[in-house]
C-alpha cells in the first residue's frame, strides 16, 4: 500500500475557549499496532473521533489510506472499524441478530456474510450460545468481545479502538491482547487504553498526548532513551556495607545506592544501584562484588523503565519544553515491547 | 459516471432497506409502540361510538367517517411523539448513533428509514380504525346504513388526508427526536411543535384575519382542519400535497443537519 495507512498533520480541535488538541502530528504504517496514553481529557478520543469522521477538526489534515476524512468520508468509512469508549450497543438484540445487521450495513457481500460471521465469532470466542443471546443480558468481557467482533467484521485496513480492555478480568485482557496480535502485520490498529501494561504488551508503538499535544511518539527502547536518564539495577546482597559506596564509586562515579526494607531471615538485603549512564554496567558490577569476599550476591538484575514510568516522565515534563524534540515520524522501525 | 451513479444509488437502498429493517423491528418490540397502539385503538374506537350513538339518538347532517376523522388531531398529539421520540434520541444517549454514523451510511439513510418505519407504523394504526365501521356493517341489518358508515369518498378521502398529514407530522416527530437525547424531551417537544402547526395556526388564522386580512388570506393555506374538510369533500387540490411534501421533506433535512451537527 503506497503512503501511511493514518497520516494526521496539525490536527486541531476547539470548542469555543477550549482547545481539546493542539498541532497534533503522526503517521502510522500499515500493519502497525499503535498505542494512544494519555492522562483523562488529554484528547485522546477526540483525536479517535475525528479520525473516524464523526467531529469535524478546526484545522489540520487526517486522512486514512491516502482519503482525507474531510472530504472523502465516505471511503474512509468502508476502510475503517471502530469500537468507541463505552462500546454503546443496542441492548434489545441478539448478538448474531446485530452482527448480521453490521455485515449488511458494512457492505459485506451476501454471500461472504454467513462464513464472516462465523469467523469473527470464533476470533472472539463468543460460541453459538452466546451469539443467541441478548446484547442487554451479556456481561462486560462479552460485550466487549461484541464491539470487537463488529470492528473487525468488515475485515477493515484500520481498527481504531478507544479503551477496548476497559473493565475486564485479566483472563479476557489476556483473551483480547491474543486476538490484536492477530491483526499485526495485516491491519493497522489504534488503541488507547490506561492499562500502561497492556499497551507495551500489545503495541509497537506509542503515541502519548497530555493536555491536547503529542509529548512522546516512538517504540518503547527510543522512549526510554528519551525520557528516562538513570538506570537502575536490583542486587539482593549480603555483607559489604560498610565502604558499599566507595565500591560503587569505583564502578561508576555517579553511582548510588539505597537499601530496601530490612534484611530477611539469612541476613540478605534488598539493594537498588542507580546511575545516570544508560550504559549497561551490570557485568562490572558483577565482577567487582565477586572480588569482595565480604559480599555474597544471591540475586542481581537490571530494572528497565517500563512505560508506566515514561508515561509519567512524558506527561510530566512540561510540553512546551517537549515538543520541539518529537517529530511526526520520529520512529524507527516498529519491533514489539 | 452513470455506472458510478447507479452502483451509489443501489449501495444506498441497500442501506436504506436495512436500516429500515432494523427500524420496524426496534418498533416491534418497543414498548411504547404497543402503548402507542392500544391507546389509538382504544380512543378511536371511544370516539367512533360516541359519534354512532349521537346519529342513533338524533339525525344529523354528513357522515359518522367524516365526524371521525374531523377529530384526528385528538390521536396525532399522542401517537406521534410515543412511535418517534425514541428513534434518535434513544440512539444519541446509547451512543449506537456514533457506531452507525462510523459504517458506510450517512445520516439521510439514517433519519429517512427511521421517518418510513414509523410513518408506516402511523399508517398501520390509521388502517386498523377501518375496522370500526367494517364490524359494525356486519352486525347492522339495514344495507342502507351499512352503505352510509361504508361511504368510499369520505373513507378515501379522510385516509388520503391522514396518509398525506401523516407525512409531515411524523417527520416533527423524528425532528424533535434528533435534538435531544432524552426521549421524554422528545416527546414534549414533537408535541409542543404539533400542537403549534395544527391549532396554533388555526387560532393564528383567526386573530389576524380581523387585523391583517392579507396575511389571514396567506395563512389559509396552511390551515391542517382546512385540507381535511377539502378531502372529506372529494377536493383533490395539488397545493396541500405539496404543502405536506416539501415540509415533510424541509423537517427531516433540519433532522440530517442535526444528526450531523450533533454526533
Known amino acids: 500500500m503506497a503512503g501511511h495507512s493514518i497520516e494526521v498533520q496539525n490536527l486541531t480541535k476547539r470548542y469555543h475557549q477550549l482547545t481539546a488538541i493542539e498541532d497534533v502530528s503522526f503517521n502510522i504504517e500499515h500493519g502497525e499496532v499503535v498505542g494512544f496514553l494519555g492522562p483523562n481529557g488529554a484528547g485522546k478520543s477526540t483525536t479517535m473521533r475525528i479520525l473516524c469522521g464523526l467531529i469535524p477538526a478546526t484545522s489540520g489534515i487526517a486522512r486514512i489510506g491516502g482519503f482525507s476524512v474531510a472530504t472523502r468520508i465516505d471511503d474512509v468509512k468502508r476502510l475503517l472499524g471502530y469500537m468507541p469508549e463505552n462500546n454503546p450497543l443496542p441492548e434489545d438484540m441478539r448478538v448474531l441478530e446485530y452482527l448480521r445487521f453490521r455485515a449488511r450495513l458494512k457492505e459485506i457481500p451476501a454471500k461472504r456474510q454467513k462464513k464472516r460471521l462465523q469467523e469473527v465469532l470464533d476470533l472472539c470466542d463468543l460460541n453459538r450460545k452466546t451469539s443467541h443471546k441478548v446484547i442487554g443480558s451479556l456481561s462486560k468481557g462479552y460485550r466487549q468481545r461484541v464491539g470487537i467482533a463488529d470492528a473487525i467484521l468488515a475485515e477493515p485496513e484500520v481498527i481504531i479502538m478507544d479503551e477496548p480492555t476497559i473493565g475486564l478480568d485479566p483472563h479476557q485482557i489476556l483473551a483480547i491482547r491474543d486476538l490484536i496480535e492477530t491483526f499485526r502485520g495485516k491491519m493497522t490498529v489504534i488503541i488507547s487504553s490506561h492499562v500502561l501494561a497492556e499497551i507495551e504488551l500489545s503495541c509497537d508503538r506509542v503515541i502519548i498526548i497530555n493536555h491536547g499535544r503529542i509529548v512522546a511518539s516512538g517504540n518503547a527502547e527510543s522512549l526510554r532513551k528519551e525520557f528516562i536518564n538513570r538506570v537502575t539495577y536490583r542486587v539482593e546482597m549480603k555483607g559489604g556495607l560498610g565502604d558499599f559506596g566507595q565500591l560503587l564509586k569505583e564502578i561508576e562515579p555517579g553511582m548510588t545506592w539505597a537499601p530496601m526494607g530490612k534484611p530477611d531471615s539469612d541476613g540478605f538485603l534488598n539493594v537498588t544501584l542507580t546511575t545516570p549512564q544508560t550504559e549497561d554496567f551490570s557485568e562490572r558490577i558483577l565482577e567487582k562484588f565477586q572480588q569482595q569476599p565480604g559480599i555474597r550476591v544471591r540475586a542481581f538484575n537490571r530494572v528497565e523503565a517500563n512505560l508506566e514510568d515514561i508515561f509519567l516522565s512524558a506527561t510530566r515534563r512540561s510540553w512546551k519544553e517537549v515538543l520541539p524534540a518529537v517529530k511526526p515520524n520520529d520512529q524507527e522501525t516498529p519491533e514489539s515491547f | 459516471m452513470t455506472k458510478r451513479l447507479q452502483s451509489h444509488f443501489e449501495s444506498v437502498m441497500k442501506h436504506f432497506f436495512s436500516l429500515l429493517h432494523h427500524e420496524l423491528r426496534a418498533l416491534l418490540i418497543s414498548p411504547s409502540t404497543y402503548a402507542a397502539g392500544v391507546l389509538f385503538l382504544f380512543l378511536m374506537g371511544w370516539i367512533y361510538w360516541r359519534i354512532l350513538l349521537q346519529y342513533s339518538l338524533a339525525p344529523l347532517d354528513g357522515l359518522p367517517a367524516s365526524m371521525f376523522f374531523q377529530l384526528f388531531w385528538l390521536p396525532v398529539f399522542f401517537v406521534v411523539p410515543l412511535l418517534t421520540m425514541k428513534s434518535v434520541a434513544e440512539e444519541r444517549r446509547l451512543g449506537t448513533l456514533e457506531t452507525l454514523m462510523t459504517t458506510p451510511v450517512n445520516a439521510l439513510e439514517i433519519i429517512v428509514s427511521k421517518f418510513f418505519a414509523a410513518y408506516l407504523f402511523y399508517c398501520l394504526l390509521w388502517l386498523l380504525t377501518l375496522a370500526f365501521p367494517w364490524v359494525i ?127
Open chain 2, 137 to 263: 356493517s356486519i352486525g347492522l341489518d339495514s344495507t342502507a346504513a351499512s352503505r352510509h358508515l361504508l361511504d368510499g369518498g369520505a373513507l378515501m378521502g379522510g385516509y388520503t388526508f391522514v396518509a398525506l398529514s401523516g407525512l409531515l407530522f411524523i417527520a416533527v416527530g423524528i425532528f424533535a427526536s434528533s435534538l435531544t437525547r432524552s426521549q421524554f424531551v422528545a416527546a414534549m417537544l414533537s408535541f409542543c411543535i404539533l400542537f403549534i402547526i395544527i391549532i396554533g395556526m388555526r387560532e393564528l388564522q383567526e386573530e389576524t384575519i380581523a387585523l391583517f386580512p392579507w396575511l389571514g388570506e396567506t395563512l389559509s393555506y396552511v390551515q391542517i382542519f382546512k385540507h381535511l374538510e377539502d378531502f372529506s369533500l372529494g377536493v383533490i387540490d395539488t397545493r396541500p400535497f405539496f404543502f405536506y411534501i416539501s415540509n415533510c421533506a424541509l423537517v427531516l433535512g433540519l433532522s440530517v443537519l442535526m444528526v450531523e451537527a450533533k454526533t
